[in-house]
């Protein structure tokens, strides 16, 4: 089966510009979730969908960060404005319910100049 | 709150045993995880402990102490692919739901 698919993979903005992350999960996987690691620090999580409703969105930082999952499937999170302190890298996961594991993608590294 | 430990680097000599700790303290508790992580790369899953004991998966095993909330993750005979980072994660629930709380990672160095 395909895995977690991330695009891009890295990104490189000005602050105050708009980027958007886009994560494919494993077709099946109802739940998706939203981490981010900020350099050597934990992989924090940011937000848990189950299908396209939003369960768990406790850890966004603030309302410059908007995420979505179109159809229970895809998911894009938006960053508007960027500021430099959202660099770091985005990782998305995805897990059938009643599963332990989380299968990640590779990230997107993005960095705000 | 919520809060994970363990040491952020390891070394150890390839063929050698190395323990890597993590302990937790959190408002609830389902069960603890190790992922592994390799440079660039995704975290992959590794084990899950939801019992007190010790769970073996080929040359890894993961161990779990409920009332120490004390785990650690031991690698037999290592290799140098097995160079990378390692979280632990603990499984919490908010709002009906699961989720994975992350450490800091500990990255392991394997020396030839």
């Known amino acids: 089966e395909a895995g977690v698919t991330q695009f891009p993979s890295h990104s490189v903005i000005e602050k105050g510009q708009t980027v958007t992350l886009r994560c494919d999960p494993i077709s099946g996987h109802d739940n998706l979730y939203w981490y981010r690691r900020v350099m050597g620090k934990e992989i924090k999580f940011l937000l848990h969908f189950v299908k396209e409703s939003k369960q768990d969105e406790s850890g966004m930082p603030n309302n410059r960060f908007l995420a979505e999952r179109t159809g229970g499937t895809y998911s894009t999170l938006k960053v508007q404005p960027a500021e430099l302190e959202d660099s770091g890298v985005y990782f998305c996961?995805?897990?059938?319910?009643?599963?332990?594991?989380?299968?990640f993608g590779s990230g997107t590294r993005l960095t705000v100049v | 709150g919520q809060s994970l430990e363990q040491p952020s680097e390891v070394t150890a000599v390839e063929g050698a045993i190395v323990q890597i700790n993590c302990t937790y303290q959190?408002?609830?508790?389902?069960?603890l995880s190790w992922y592994q992580q390799h440079d660039g790369g995704a975290p992959t899953f590794l084990s899950y402990n939801a019992l007190d004991g010790l769970e073996e998966t080929g040359r890894f095993s993961s161990f779990l102490s409920r009332s120490d909330s004390y785990g650690y993750l031991l690698l037999q005979e290592l290799q140098m692919k097995d160079s990378a980072s390692y979280f632990c994660a603990v499984r919490d629930r908010v709002s009906g739901t699961y989720k994975y709380i992350f450490g800091t990672g500990t990255r392991l160095k394997v020396l030839a």
């Open positions: 959190t408002s609830g508790f389902y069960g």
């Open positions: 996961a995805s897990s059938q319910t009643g599963k332990y594991g989380y299968t």
